[in-house]
């Protein structure tokens, strides 16, 4: 079966840091580029970072640049999602995504994703 489980989220006090996990079964990360997304509450869903199945040139929303960075360990078929400096604006549920593209394919937060997690919550709030 396949699946997409997010992990790592939790409530942080502004500044802190948290790294958010999303391990897959029934499929193979190896083949797919990656996006995280979230989605606060009264918002629309927006991306946050995505990441090319070769790992090079990850994209991040302007919001989180400097601050989040996206990483990926295709032999645990996990990505990661590293956060720093949260603000409580990056309130909201996170979710990961993946997407089949070709292998030098760049990666791209605007375009249809194949498979969705559940998401995890996080809280930003002092």
């Known amino acids: 079966q396949l699946q997409l489980v997010e992990s790592g989220g939790g409530l942080v006090q502004p500044g802190g840091s948290l790294r958010l996990s999303c391990a897959a079964s029934?499929?193979?990360?190896?083949?797919?580029?990656i996006g995280w997304f979230r989605q606060a509450p009264g918002k629309e869903r927006e991306g946050v970072s995505c990441?090319?199945?070769?790992?090079?040139?990850?994209n991040y929303a302007d919001s989180v640049k400097g601050r989040f960075t996206i990483s990926r360990d295709n032999a645990k078929n996990t990505v990661f999602l590293h956060m720093n400096s949260l603000k409580p604006e990056d309130t909201a549920i996170y979710y990961c995504?993946?997407?089949?593209?070709?292998?030098?394919?760049?990666?791209?937060?605007?375009?249809?994703?194949?498979?969705w997690g559940q998401g995890t919550q996080v809280t930003v709030s002092s």
């Open positions: 995504a993946v997407r089949g593209t070709a292998l030098q394919a760049k990666c791209a937060m605007g375009t249809t994703y194949d498979y």
């Open positions: 029934g499929l193979t990360l190896d083949y797919y580029a």
């Open positions: 990441i090319s199945r070769s790992g090079a040139s990850p």
